[in-house]
């Protein structure tokens, strides 16, 4: 039986103290539902990890893992309550019973296992894995090279017939600037089909135009590679595609507007227009839209990888 003893106090741990005589006690938790050759696992240091996020009465803890394989810097995500355990064994069979697994050390954290203990009248789950860095600030700040192993790594998840389900900053990990994704409890079932090929600063297709929503989300929310399809000038929306020439801009100017005003939007105008123009060229590969023309005319029979 593989078994994980937990050696020393849990860190401002006020849930496992007062259903324990000893809080210094050791922890033991077998290894729930996996075969293998037995190991025993032991923790001899605990820290809160990162921010200490607590749900409920669930805790991540970073601590120091000794195994078979030397000692090992590791997370520990904790449920005393019953209320995660359900999640907690849906994140372990996908790492364990998927394709998706294969993906550990790599685009995903190496898995320890799950383990349990009955602690009076609580059950403790524990789902161990490899500790892979911090997770990133701001995806619409990081460098290039990360955001592009960040879409091939997202696109080797879903080659293996899921979508991650909750990607955002706190679920994406920097390992020494190689994304590594984390949190895998809303993984579902997933065909990926990618109708165009990611160009930055294009205006951006539908999510029918593109094909899959996941990345699609991805890209256009959380990384920011894409422009709006429309734009306001003189508390107008327009739509891009729509717009012929700067004085088109101009064509709802607020009556009254003075000569200095109207000469100032002018200018705007021109600049706002090139900029349209940018778009287009990087959109369609043509600065005039052709009617009935679409983004996939342009874009489609590449993928992302």
Not at 43 to 66: E, I, M, N, P
Not at 139 to 150: D, G, Y
Not at 175 to 183: A, F, N, Q, T
């Amino acid at each position: 039986m593989t078994t994980l003893t937990i050696t020393c106090r849990f860190p401002e741990d006020e849930v496992l103290s007062f259903e324990r005589e000893d809080p210094d006690e050791p922890l033991t938790l077998r290894l729930v539902n996996q075969k293998g050759a037995d190991a025993k696992l032991t923790v001899d240091k605990l820290v809160l990890a990162t921010d200490g996020t607590r749900h409920t009465q669930s805790l991540v803890l970073r601590g120091r893992v000794t195994g078979p394989l030397g000692t090992m810097e590791s997370i520990l995500k904790l449920d005393f309550t019953g209320e995660h355990r359900d999640a907690m064994l849906k994140e372990a069979t996908v790492y364990q019973k998927t394709k998706v697994g294969s993906l550990q050390g790599d685009v995903l954290p190496r898995f320890y296992g799950c383990f349990e203990a009955k602690v009076g009248s609580m059950v403790v789950t524990c789902l161990a894995m490899e500790y892979c860095g911090e997770p990133v600030e701001d995806l619409r700040h990081i460098a290039h090279p990360f955001r592009q192993n960040l879409l091939l790594a997202v696109r080797d998840f879903h080659k293996r017939g899921k979508t991650h389900g909750d990607l955002y900053e706190g679920n994406i990990l920097d390992c020494h600037g190689h994304p590594v994704l984390i949190d895998l409890e809303f993984a579902e079932d997933h065909k990926c089909v990618i109708k165009m090929k990611i160009v930055t600063g294009a205006i951006r297709p539908t999510v029918e135009e593109y094909g899959c929503p996941e990345l699609y989300e991805l890209i256009s929310e959380r990384l920011g590679l894409w422009k709006t399809a429309v734009i306001r000038f003189c508390n107008q929306t327009f739509w891009k595609d729509d717009v012929t020439c700067a004085e088109h801009l101009l064509d709802n100017m607020p009556t009254g507007t003075g000569d200095e005003e109207r000469h100032k939007l002018a200018e705007q105008a021109k600049l706002v227009f090139q900029e349209i123009l940018k778009e287009r060229r990087l959109t369609y590969g043509t600065e005039e839209v052709l009617p009935g023309q679409r983004r996939v005319d342009y874009l489609e029979g590449a993928h992302v990888a």
